[in-house]
């Protein structure tokens, strides 16, 4: 299956979409720091990310257009997860593929993913 990179402020999710995503089959890496995310990914390579919004700085926002300037993850599928309400065009327009807005369903969660994936 697909390796997974996650990055959300919030252990609890973290945790939650770690299990799920590893039942399903997939290599799941996360990390709670934003910061570091960049530097993960270009030691891990996912083939997916999974960012959240609101995180400290960068903020997912921010974080999606920094992955898509690097020319490493240009084409890398992007979905963002989060609680902000009407953030969908917002993050399209900072480079993420898909949007998935919190509480989420884990059965289409699944869908979203095979659907970047496949793509």
Do not use: W
Not at 16 to 27: M, T
Request: charged residues 20%.
């Amino acid at each position: 299956m697909a390796k997974i990179m996650i990055v959300d402020d919030d252990p609890q999710v973290i945790t939650l979409l770690k299990r799920y995503l590893s039942v399903e089959g997939h290599e799941v890496i996360a990390t709670t720091h934003s910061s570091k995310a960049i530097i993960l990914a270009n030691d891990e390579h996912p083939d997916l990310f999974i960012l959240d919004l609101m995180m400290p700085p960068p903020d997912g926002f921010t974080l999606c257009s920094m992955l898509r300037a690097d020319p490493a993850f240009v084409r890398t599928p992007i979905l963002i997860i989060t609680a902000m309400a009407d953030s969908n065009s917002k993050a399209t327009s900072f480079g993420a593929n898909d949007y998935l807005a919190k509480p989420f369903n884990l059965d289409e969660l699944s869908l979203r993913i095979a659907t970047l994936l496949s793509g």
